[in-house]
Nanobody, 116 residues
């Protein structure tokens, strides 16, 4: 079992920055990837950024070059630094952990709102 707790969401002006953090506990030694997803009303949840156990990162085209994901303390903490925020980045952001059995774990989500 993996427990994920997000923090760092809030209200920001377009062009601003935010850093979201996710503290992970439990069976984190079984995780093979950590990720951030986001979802807006009426839309499917989408992958924002991910990082694997070996350090390979993946970014959605819409955030590439603006967002940076990192696991500075192994998989106990996964952060995403968001720069140059746009109103289209407004969403609920969810922390995700994938274990080697293919089981997904999710945080409760944190709201990010970017004003125009």
């Amino acid at each position: 079992q993996v427990q994920l707790v997000e923090s760092g969401g809030g209200l920001v002006e377009a062009g601003g920055s935010l850093e979201l953090s996710c503290a992970a506990s439990g069976s984190i030694w079984d995780t093979v990837a950590m990720a951030w997803y986001r979802q807006v009303p009426g839309k499917q949840r989408e992958l924002v950024a991910s990082i694997t156990r070996v350090g390979t990162t993946t970014y959605a085209d819409s955030v590439k070059g603006r967002f940076t994901i990192s696991t500075p303390f192994s998989n106990t903490l996964v952060s995403v630094r968001m720069r140059g925020l746009k109103p289209t980045d407004t969403a609920t952001y969810y922390c995700n952990a994938l274990n080697y059995r293919g089981v997904d774990y999710w945080g409760r989500g944190t709201q990010v709102t970017v004003s125009s």
